[in-house]
């Protein structure tokens, strides 16, 4: 089945026809809801074991089979880690634009399946990785044609992950009415099993994909991954017949640079002293987005929808050239998408504050030990989606009715204060992993060599307020991007969470490199050296704690100046004008 943005559906052959023959008539979508799910929620989760899988531990691989140290091996993860979120934003544009969800996650899929496959191998032929390097040999790095194709391999996961992650939400969600209560109750449920199964899938491949890929072989370790990415492709085309499919509808984007244009073209221009009343006020009557009342933030672009004698307005009301002319509409959605710039910038440094990288180095270098078992150093991250997992139910179903009592507000408290809380939370994060790190270096002795006699599991209390803070920043990011960008444009503000991400692994990564070159000729030593027994990790940590506080205090002024999507300033909301009123 084929949905256009405008609500009709129709097979790919009748599309064409209908849309001309039935314009003005609504035509009723054949949702399957719930039927679909298990294929959708399959899919989901095959999909994110074999991503998270694959993801979770590639720090030390290319540590341990490609011989990086682990300066190099944390640069290269961060500038895959953040090409790979930033593609998310040309992925949401080729979707809402030219291929739509169903076709953007199908090929997506298939190269994230021959990427992780390409991946694989590497580990399971000896000519595509650099010879064993035992401790105390001379490690021989990666030639041009290994590492090469390494990065094929990253290449094509990149392209995967770019379509999957903008659409996969979206695509879910596109399987219920939202009309009805059976759909709102449905939609609501899809969101609750989507965090279950990203979850779900972290968890698992953080303890058992880890241990099989640490201590059994990188071989098996990666092909489990590309197999659940195989089941997830596998899935996903199983249910084709049963999608709600949404057709593109053009570029959301185009809309935008108008209106910059006309405002621009309208600059010397004065505005009416009652914009809200004066201003081209057009609104297409399939269109999608909701009605937004005028606000005063940003009044230069309000010039686009000034009416001059040379604007020429067509029989149903539009304007004839949109270039010259936008709608108040127009307008308030760009600066929608402008109010969210300086706010969505405050993810860079929470991203900063909850990355945990050097917790598997510190953990290598700790007592892993828990009486015969040793647990592996990248599957401490667990604890900290162990606590979100905890937490998330609790706050649900208990704080938000309590403080929903106090507030009046919906959610208990509003979508930026649950932001802003997670922001907070990095700084004491942070902090807490600067004294670990001193009480760690400091039992340290001949007797236990270059591990620490420090249980890793002091690692725990960091890795728990990281969980909180993504419990709250993380979950708050994607629900505020979701409700303040217009509705056409959803898949860009999904994108926007993961453009976040995607800057913060390119800061991250200048942040080490800085550190380390302004530190590795001073008297004590480099912070961030290969033995952080030799190092000073905790400075970097205070570091990181600094950079989140003043993070933090930018937060704090960009909510008090930012204005929700439909809280309008003339109190009022503007009335629709006939088409005969917008004579030139």
Same mark, same amino acid.
């Given at each position: 089945m084929e949905k256009n943005e405008k609500g009709s559906i129709n097979t790919v052959d009748e599309i064409s026809f209908a849309s001309a023959k039935y314009d003005d008539e609504p035509e009723k979508i054949n949702y399957r809801g719930i039927k679909s799910m298990p294929f959708i929620i399959g899919n989901e989760t095959f999909e994110k074991l074999g991503a998270i899988g694959t993801s979770s531990n590639l720090q030390l691989y290319l540590a341990t089979v490609f011989n990086m140290t682990h300066f190099s091996a944390t640069t290269v993860l961060n500038v895959f880690n953040?090409?790979?979120?930033?593609?998310?934003?040309?992925?949401?544009?080729?979707?809402?634009?030219?291929?739509?969800?169903?076709?953007?996650?199908?090929?997506?899929?298939?190269?994230?399946?021959?990427?992780?496959?390409?991946?694989?191998?590497?580990?399971?032929?000896?000519?595509?990785?650099?010879?064993?390097?035992?401790?105390?040999?001379?490690?021989?790095?990666?030639? /041009?044609?290994?590492?090469?194709?390494?990065?094929?391999?990253?290449?094509?996961?990149?392209?995967?992950?770019?379509?999957?992650?903008?659409?996969?939400?979206?695509?879910?969600?596109?399987?219920?009415?939202?009309?009805?209560?059976?759909?709102?109750?449905?939609?609501?449920s899809f969101f609750n099993w989507y965090y279950f199964t990203v979850t779900f899938a972290q968890i698992v491949s953080l303890t058992l994909v880890v241990y099989v890929q640490s201590n059994i072989s990188w071989s098996i370790g990666l092909a489990i991954p590309t197999t659940f990415m195989f089941l997830s492709c596998v899935l996903y085309f199983m249910g084709e017949k049963m999608y709600v499919k949404v057709r593109p509808d053009g570029s959301p984007m185009t809309s935008l640079v108008q209106v910059a244009v006309a405002a621009a073209k309208k600059r010397r221009l004065e505005l009416?002293?009652?914009?809200?009343?004066?201003?081209?006020?057009?609104?297409?009557?399939?269109?999608?987005?909701?009605?937004?009342?005028?606000?005063?933030?940003?009044?230069?672009?309000?010039?686009?929808?000034?009416?001059?004698?040379?604007?020429?307005?067509?029989?149903?009301?539009?304007?004839?050239?949109?270039?010259?002319?936008?709608?108040?509409?127009?307008?308030?959605?760009?600066?929608?998408?402008?109010? /969210?710039?300086?706010?969505?910038?405050?993810?860079?440094?929470?991203?900063?504050?909850?990355?945990?990288?050097?917790?598997?180095?510190?953990?290598?270098?700790?007592?892993?030990?828990?009486?015969?078992?040793?647990?592996?150093?990248?599957?401490?991250?667990?604890?900290?989606?162990?606590?979100?997992?905890?937490?998330?139910?609790?706050?649900?179903?208990v704080i938000v009715p309590f403080l929903r009592r106090l507030t009046k507000q919906e959610g208990g408290i509003t979508i930026l204060q649950r932001m802003g809380i997670g922001i907070f939370l990095t700084v004491l994060g942070s902090l807490v992993g600067a004294v670990v790190e001193e009480k760690r270096r400091s039992l340290v002795g001949p007797a236990s060599g270059p591990v620490s006699a420090?249980?890793?599991?002091?690692?725990?209390?960091?890795?728990?307020?990281?969980?909180?803070?993504?419990?709250?920043?993380?979950?708050?990011?994607?629900?505020?991007?979701?409700?303040?960008?217009?509705?056409?444009?959803?898949?860009?503000?999904?994108?926007?969470?993961?453009?976040?991400?995607?800057?913060?692994?390119?800061?991250?990564?200048?942040?080490?490199?800085?550190?380390?070159?302004?530190?590795?000729?001073?008297?004590?030593?480099?912070?961030?050296?290969?033995?952080?027994?030799?190092?000073?990790?905790?400075y970097f940590y205070y570091l990181n704690a600094v950079l989140c506080a003043l993070n933090f205090g930018y937060f704090l002024v960009c909510a008090s100046w930012y204005r929700y999507k439909g809280d309008g300033d003339s109190g009022v909301e503007m009335e629709m004008k006939k088409p005969g009123n917008h004579s030139a």
């Open positions: 953040g090409t790979t979120n930033i593609a998310t934003l040309a992925g949401a544009y080729l979707c809402d634009t030219y291929f739509g969800r169903y076709k953007t996650l199908g090929v997506a899929s298939i190269a994230s399946l021959f990427g992780f496959l390409a991946l694989t191998l590497t580990a399971v032929f000896k000519n595509l990785h650099p010879p064993h390097c035992s401790p105390g040999d001379k490690c021989v790095g990666p030639d /041009v044609w290994q590492m090469a194709f390494l990065l094929f391999s990253f290449g094509l996961m990149i392209i995967g992950a770019g379509g999957i992650r903008p659409c996969n939400l979206a695509f879910g969600v596109d399987q219920f009415d939202p009309n009805t209560e059976s759909g709102k109750r449905g939609i609501a009416p002293e009652q914009p809200w009343l004066s201003l081209f006020n057009y609104k297409p009557p399939k269109s999608i987005n909701s009605r937004l009342p005028y606000t005063e933030q940003f009044i230069f672009l309000d010039k686009a929808a000034i009416i001059t004698a040379e604007d020429e307005i067509k029989p149903d009301g539009s304007a004839s050239n949109p270039w010259s002319l936008c709608t108040t509409q127009q307008v308030e959605e760009l600066k929608c998408v402008l109010r /969210v710039i300086p706010v969505s910038l405050t993810a860079i440094f929470y991203h900063i504050g909850v990355q945990q990288q050097y917790v598997v180095f510190q953990a290598l270098q700790s007592n892993r030990h828990l009486g015969s078992f040793q647990i592996p150093a990248a599957s401490y991250i667990v604890f900290a989606m162990l606590s979100l997992t905890m937490w998330v139910p609790l706050y649900d179903r420090m249980s890793a599991m002091w690692l725990v209390p960091q890795l728990t307020l990281s969980g909180f803070a993504e419990a709250f920043n993380a979950i708050g990011q994607i629900e505020f991007y979701y409700k303040q960008f217009p509705e056409n444009m959803r898949s860009v503000g999904g994108a926007f969470y993961f453009c976040g991400s995607a800057a913060s692994h390119y800061v991250y990564s200048l942040m080490i490199s800085v550190v380390h070159r302004m530190t590795e000729d001073d008297r004590s030593g480099s912070w961030l050296p290969e033995d952080l027994n030799k190092g000073r990790l905790d």
